[in-house]
């Protein structure tokens, strides 16, 4: 029985590095494309002769010349804290990691609670919930969805950005160990 725990747990943790090392190699190689662009730029600007410093001295064309936008398109930039570009960037390596570990918790907290429910030895878990099905269809979903709002807590530069995300990894694990002490 032990050995079957240890491999649901084992098989998450795998699922979980896999992607964050998926994830990091693409990461560095976004950052690293960055930085050269960025320190381009900056060399750029402060040599009087650059052809982009002589770019920037050219007047620019009146306001009235540009086609109008109507309110519907996707041309033009999107308006400032409304998601889109900051929130990609703000889905670095902490943040997956957080959610990584909320997914791994939750898909043992619920294999641990089942088994303790089908040996009859937890009655914690209400009767309409005592199906994997209902279970994973509760649990996942809620586990997005406190993803989603970690993500946007980064994105607008939160302190306490990690906080939905641990709280309920650590709930989890205390319903996951409540759960194996059960166990017969």
Sequence with gaps: MQSNIGGTLAAASL???????????????NSNTNTRDASVNVLESSV?????????????APP?????????????PAPAGR????????ADAKLWGMTGLLGASSIADIELSL?????????????????????????????????????RMKAGRSRFWWLPDALATAANGYVGVHAAHRLR
């Design 15 to 29: 699922i979980v590095l896999a992607s964050l090392a998926t994830y990091g190699q693409q990461l560095s190689k």
């Design 48 to 60: 009087p002769d650059a052809p982009s410093a002589s770019a920037e001295a050219a007047p620019a």
């Design 64 to 76: 009235e010349s540009a086609p109008p936008v109507s309110p519907g398109s996707s041309r033009g």
């Design 83 to 90: 998601g889109g570009w900051s929130e990609f960037h703000a």
């Design 115 to 151: 088994r303790c429910t089908w040996q009859h030895s937890c009655a914690y878990v209400p009767v309409p919930l005592r199906r994997r099905a209902a279970l994973y269809g509760i649990g996942l979903p809620t586990d997005a969805g406190l993803s989603y709002l970690t993500l």
